[in-house]
């Protein structure tokens, strides 16, 4: 749940908007008090418009979705606790860093996907889009493109074009 609130906060949608709690079905006036709980802090926060945020909520469901991020947050007990296989620990504040630093990358890499999406695109173009430096972008693609989630299209002039691998003919 701390790396789902990283993200949130990261998209500048913010991590009071999400929220998550354990509940079991006998434990209704329970449930109750966080739905009010939860309803108020929605209710100062304001109305949230889902279509300003399309390509950030798009980016962060990438994110959650990448099975490196997924690797990393399902080995974290394992790795702070018992070790890799060789016995060596990690400390937990070292591997929340690393872990963070593994979601915002995620995170930049579903922004230029979904400025893929809209179609050929430079880097100039897809940081623009998403506001990433140019810099981050241009890193960015490359992880894609090794990934083989994105390629070279074409030359614009001496402007390289770029598109998702799906979008290929």
């Not at 623009?128 to 030359?155: D, K, M, N, W």
């Amino acid at each position: 749940m701390k790396v789902v609130e990283y993200l949130m906060d990261l998209s500048e949608i913010g991590r009071d908007r999400v929220c998550l709690r354990w509940v079991s079905a006998a434990e209704a006036h329970r449930f109750a008090e966080y739905v009010h709980e939860f309803s108020e802090v929605t209710r100062t926060l304001g109305p949230f418009d889902p279509e300003k945020y399309a390509m950030p909520l798009a980016a962060i469901e990438t994110s959650v979705a990448s099975p490196r991020l997924r690797w990393l947050m399902g080995m974290t007990i394992q790795m702070i606790n018992r070790g890799n296989v060789y016995g060596d620990r990690i400390k937990e504040e070292d591997y929340q860093k690393f872990l963070k630093q593994v979601a915002e990358e995620e995170y930049q890499h579903g922004l230029v996907l979904q400025a893929l999406d809209k179609g050929c695109q430079s880097v100039r173009d897809m940081a623009i889009e998403t506001g990433l430096p140019i810099y981050t972008v241009s890193l960015r693609l490359g992880e894609l493109e090794r990934r083989h989630q994105a390629c070279f299209e074409r030359h614009d002039g001496r402007t390289p074009k770029f598109v998702t691998v799906a979008a290929q003919p």
